[in-house]
């Protein structure tokens, strides 16, 4: 199967495919023209994604530019060095459960002749990979000193933690080894890339390198940092498929004009370093920025705090908008998201809500623009050792509308402290989030009061900004929806969505007010 019709699958089959091939971002070229695969069916799928033609077995007198094998026999990789051309990389998969396993598979690649052996463990396992470790060097260290940290979830906190204890162990399960010909290059074509645009300086001997493929999308970016030292200094994002490109590319635009409006920098959000094109997507290296996310930090007891400090930064964020005009908020953003939300939710909304939606939507008037990072959630704010950090733009606009960012950070919050992820009482959660009665609901209501204070708006406002950033978010349940399904989805598919249980949530607080 080749890229492009990978990328034409409904989106669970597509990402399962795509996400298979992530291993080709550590090869020194993650596209190489010819390959040879010697591996099981899942592997011989994710070769068809990365080279533009495949193999099953060797072709005379043909020299590889890629060759992948599993658990390859001396007698395989006797045949792995004779048919890998010189300037090309070999990805082989091994079961690796004995201490040191992983070495002795670096040495048996680096004995047919292949150069710069290095072993990854996908964690947590090799077909639900959200990050490639080394199995050993700076990036190993770091990530599994984080891991643990990252969640307040104990089975989360206690998988970390058998995986690192493994990891000093050596005891990794699946590896993956890379190795080059003797002419091949020494390191990930993505961090070549840095390295060309003078960003990354670090020697190619003592680096690790950190692939880091989050989300449960195949529109997720993949991430590589590479580690000269004991953290890194540099995020190398690009996409699997040109609809992911795209937000690569707003992210890095939208980024270039925070800082621009901050007068060249706003602390807690990354630098665009450089952009290229060379790989035929998008690949924009930015300023790593690290930290523990503020979603394992929830509690009641930190809540309050956390709340103002997260408020205290999107203040700044809008700071400008102190010194830009206003305009008409059912003119530029409210009545185009509405026409949208009415055409893809038309099975389930009826046209007296759509009615008091408008009503409600058109009384905003005008508002001053602020930037809008648009998925403000407590796992993208992260704790850094100098303040708040602000991860994943891609979904931001620069001409946004005030309090929306902030809106949604306490509602997701209260779906923590209000146990809805387990319990799927979203609307439950969302009625104790805006309350007066609740602690948490007095806390957010005073949060979003201030912060509409700062920019000189009523606190009027809030209840139809609420209902905006539903309607609003709402599209992206649409079209997440629409790709699980390969077709416009039906009401019986709509109906769960989130978000649209946030607008009927907070239509019907409207109604009763």
């Not at 990978?6 to 090869?27: G, I, Q, T």
């Not at 038309?346 to 007296?352: F, I, L, N, P, S």
């Not at 992206?476 to 629409?482: I, L, T």
């Amino acid at each position: 199967m080749s890229s492009t019709q990978a990328v034409s699958l409904a989106e669970r089959e597509r990402n399962r495919v795509l996400r298979r091939a992530d291993w080709r971002y550590l090869l020194p070229d993650p596209a190489p023209r010819r390959a040879l695969c010697l591996a099981n069916p899942a592997l011989r799928e994710a070769c068809g994604v990365v080279a533009q033609s495949v193999d099953d077995s060797p072709q005379s007198g043909v020299r590889y530019d890629l060759v992948v094998a599993e658990d390859p026999d001396d007698a395989a990789r006797r045949s792995i060095a004779e048919v890998l051309a010189p300037s090309g990389a070999c990805y082989t998969e091994w079961s690796a459960r004995a201490p040191g396993a992983a070495g002795r598979a670096r040495r048996a690649m680096e004995q047919i002749g292949l150069r710069d052996a290095r072993s990854y463990r996908p964690w947590p396992s090799i077909d639900a990979c959200r990050v490639w470790v080394p199995t050993e060097g700076a990036a190993a260290r770091w990530w599994w000193s984080s891991a643990t940290r990252a969640t307040d979830v104990r089975r989360q906190q206690l998988h970390a933690a058998v995986g690192a204890l493994q990891s000093r162990l050596g005891t990794h399960g699946c590896i993956a080894v890379i190795a080059r010909g003797a002419d091949g290059g020494s390191e990930p074509r993505l961090v070549s890339l840095a390295r060309e645009h003078d960003v990354w300086t670090g020697g190619s001997a003592g680096a690790s390198y950190l692939l880091l493929t989050p989300g449960a999308r195949s529109v997720g970016k993949v991430i590589l940092l590479p580690f000269a030292g004991a953290t890194p200094s540099i995020a190398i994002k690009t996409a699997r498929i040109p609809d992911a490109a795209r937000g690569v590319e707003r992210e890095a635009d939208l980024l270039e004009a925070v800082h621009s409006q901050h007068g060249g920098a706003l602390a807690g959000a990354p630098r665009v370093l450089f952009r290229s094109g060379a790989l035929d997507t998008t690949v924009v290296g930015e300023s790593a920025l690290t930290g523990i996310p503020l979603l394992a930090r929830l509690d009641a007891r930190r809540y309050p705090a956390i709340a103002e400090r997260v408020t205290d930064w999107l203040l700044r964020l809008a700071e400008p908008a102190g010194r830009a005009t206003t305009r008409s908020v059912w003119e530029h953003a409210a009545g185009p998201a509405l026409e949208r939300f009415a055409t893809e939710f038309h099975t389930v909304v009826d046209d007296a809500a759509l009615a008091r939606t408008k009503a409600a939507l058109a009384s905003l008037g005008e508002l001053p623009v602020v930037v809008e990072q648009r998925d403000f959630s407590p796992w993208n704010v992260f704790e850094g050792d100098d303040g708040l950090l602000v991860l994943d733009w891609e979904s931001g606009v620069a001409d946004g509308i005030p309090a929306l960012d902030l809106i949604y950070f306490v509602t997701h919050a209260a779906y923590y402290l209000e146990g809805a992820w387990v319990s799927g009482r979203y609307e439950d959660a969302y009625r104790a989030a805006w309350s007066r009665d609740t602690t948490i609901g007095r806390v957010n209501l005073g949060c979003v009061e201030r912060y509409l204070a700062g920019l000189g708006l009523s606190t009027d406002l809030l209840p139809a900004l609420r209902l905006l950033a539903w309607v609003l978010h709402s599209h992206s349940d649409w079209v997440h929806r629409r790709d699980d399904a390969g077709a416009e989805p039906d009401a019986e598919a709509l109906r769960d969505s989130r978000f649209l249980q946030l607008f009927h949530a907070e239509l019907g607080m409207i109604e009763r007010s």
